[in-house]
């Protein structure tokens, strides 16, 4: 079992930047590729970046490609997502999940398998 906590959402102007965290607890973190998704109101969770378990690759939505930034320390047992330049349509709860495939980075919720609580992400024009 892994436990993961988000925190770092909050309230901010477009064009604005935020830095969300994910505290994993439980098994070897560094045995997990790590993903982040968000779900809007009205919509289905839909995946933004997924990282490695070595942090060696990384992937992206096109939507958030260029602006936001996945990356994880081992050490710490936590993955980050850095993001920038933010627009109204990034409001979402942001969640983070743990997947035990470390061969493929899978961008599909069902292929993960710990999920976090998520944390709101509100961007005001």
């Known amino acids: 079992q892994v436990q993961l906590v988000e925190s770092g959402g909050g309230l901010v102007q477009a064009g604005g930047s935020l830095r969300l965290s994910c505290a994993a607890s439980g098994h070897t973190f560094s045995s997990y590729n790590m993903g982040w998704f968000r779900q809007a109101p009205g919509k289905e969770r839909e995946f933004v970046a997924a990282i490695s378990w070595s942090g060696g690759s990384t992937y992206y939505a096109d939507s958030v490609k260029g602006r936001f930034t996945i990356s994880r320390d081992n050490a710490k047992n936590t993955v980050y997502l850095q993001m920038n330049s933010l627009k109204p349509e990034d409001t979402a709860v942001y969640y983070c999940?743990?997947?035990?495939?470390?061969?493929?980075?899978?961008?599909?919720?069902?292929?993960?398998?710990?999920w976090g609580q998520g944390t709101q992400v509100t961007v005001s024009s």
């Open positions: 999940a743990a997947d035990r495939d470390t061969v493929i980075i899978w961008t599909t919720t069902s292929r993960y398998d710990y």
